[in-house]
Nanobody, 120 residues
Framework: QVQLVESGGGLVQAGGSLTLSCLVS????????MGWYRQAPEKQRELVAT???????YHGGSVKGRFTISRDNAKNTVYLQMNSLKPEDAAVYYC??????????????WGRGTQVTVSS
C-alpha cells in the first residue's frame, strides 16, 4: 500500500520557520530518492529539494540557503526545515519520489499535501 502523508504546514509570518514531515511507505522510502514539491495557486507543481538514500541533497535555487531537506531512514520519514519564509513560499507542499513520482495503476500518486501560508 502506498503511503505519502505530509504534515507540519500552517500559517507563519514572513521570516518565520516551519518544519514539514512526510511519512512514506517503507517499500518506497528505502529504494528511492525522495523529494519535496510545492504547488501555489494557478502555478505548476515544482520540485523544491531532493535527498538520496545516502543523504545526497539538492535544493532548488529559490530555497537554497533557507530550506533543508533531511531523512530519517529508521522512521521512513523525510523532513523539510524551512527558515526565513517568504510570501512567495506559500503553497501546498507534497513529498514524493524523484525524479519520477510514484505511480499507482498507471497514474501519478500524490498525498494530500500540507498547506503553508506566509503572511507579509
Amino acid at each position: 500500500q502506498v503511503q505519502l502523508v505530509e504534515s507540519g504546514g500552517g500559517l507563519v509570518q514572513a521570516g518565520g520557520s516551519l518544519t514539514l514531515s512526510c511519512l512514506v511507505s517503507g517499500s518506497i522510502f528505502r529504494i528511492n530518492v525522495m523529494g519535496w514539491y510545492r504547488q501555489a495557486p494557478e502555478k505548476q507543481r515544482e520540485l523544491v529539494a531532493t535527498i538520496g538514500r545516502g543523504g545526497e541533497v539538492y535544493h532548488g535555487g529559490s530555497v537554497k540557503g533557507r530550506f533543508t531537506i533531511s531523512r530519517d531512514n529508521a522512521k521512513n520519514t523525510v523532513y523539510l526545515q524551512m527558515n526565513s519564509l517568504k510570501p512567495e513560499d506559500a503553497a501546498v507542499y507534497y513529498c514524493n519520489t524523484s525524479p519520477v513520482p510514484v505511480r499507482v495503476g498507471g497514474y501519478e500518486y500524490w498525498g494530500r499535501g500540507t498547506q503553508v501560508t506566509v503572511s507579509s
